[in-house]
């Protein structure tokens, strides 16, 4: 390792969604490329994909400005995108164009980065995850990013490759298996919920969930078993954890709303990130070394 960075070779990198919670991740993330720290392979899932491009291109500060807007009229959530956009969460400016006017995206780092990057999404028809990727074409990745986080009930389905895709949360809110087939044995995940909590759903969800998507069976009994998935997921975390095949981090706060609004909340959130990350910096560079032998981190 130097101070100009390191690649960690044998480690994967694993992003939950969690809609807005996912400003501690990119709080997180920022801090990981203050250090210089580049993981060959990342893996998103909804908010975790929009922190994946930032990531990529290493811009620091990208997801925090595209999830923390003050200025009223580059906000993409809210009442005001539902009477101009028709949709409560306009999925458009944060994927098509953020990227060229009020946050310019650099796609040349991101294709050039060096990193596998796959992006989590769940097929309609199927119910399924599938796990894409884009290496050249600005718009497709764009679109990958939309079809990872279109949260159901409150997004339309994303046409891709004559398939319909929504939330990849839906099928897959925890991608660690996914990269462990890919051949990352040791993995780096971080999660925007804090110990312990898992989702739940009371009846009016299942009701209008049942109504939205009755045309999609497949897709509906993915979303009704995703309490019990993601428990089972964080039930696999605790064991690799225990084998020290994984190294989680999470937040330590009360978990924030999924679709908080409040800039200033967003941004204590987003510190908290930050800050964890910075104390928990040394204990993370042990298990890197640990994980991976000096032969397989690469200076960069």
């Given amino acids: 390792m130097t101070k100009d960075g390191f690649t960690t070779n044998g480690v994967g990198l694993v992003l939950e969604g969690g809609a807005l919670r996912g400003i501690f991740t990119a709080g997180v993330l920022d801090f990981f490329m203050e250090q210089g720290l580049k993981f060959p392979y990342v893996v998103g899932v909804s908010a975790g994909a929009c922190n994946l491009l930032g ?13 923390i807007q003050r200025d009223a009229k580059n906000q993409y959530f809210g009442v005001n995108q539902l009477l101009h956009a028709k949709t409560i969460i306009n999925l458009d400016r944060i994927f098509y164009e953020y990227p060229y006017n009020q946050l310019p995206f650099n796609f040349q780092a991101f294709f050039n980065s060096g990193i596998r990057t796959e992006f989590v999404v769940t097929n309609c028809t199927t119910g399924k995850a599938e796990y894409l990727n884009e290496n050249s074409n600005e718009h497709r990745l764009g679109t990958l990013g939309k079809a990872s986080a279109s949260v159901p009930l409150f997004s339309k389905m994303v046409e891709l490759d004559e398939k319909k895709y929504l939330d990849g949360g839906l099928a897959d809110s925890i991608p660690i298996e996914r990269a462990i087939t890919q051949g990352f044995l040791k993995n780096v995940v971080i999660l925007t919920r804090s110990r312990g909590v898992i989702p739940k759903m009371n009846s009016y969800q299942r ?94």
């Fill in 207 to 300: 009701i209008l969930y049942q109504t939205f998507y009755k045309d999609f069976p497949k897709l509906m009994e993915t979303i009704l078993n995703r309490p019990t998935k993601y428990e089972r997921q964080l039930a696999l975390l605790d064991c690799l954890q225990e084998d020290e095949k994984v190294f989680v981090i999470r937040p330590e706060l009360p978990e924030i709303k999924r679709f908080e609004t409040d800039p200033d909340t967003l941004e204590t959130y987003y510190q908290h990130g930050l800050q964890i990350a910075k104390s928990r910096w040394e204990e993370l560079q042990a298990y890197l070394f640990h994980s991976a032998p000096t032969s397989q981190l690469t200076e960069s």
């Fill in 55 to 67: 990531y990529a291109a290493h811009q620091i500060g990208y997801t925090k400005n595209c999830m």
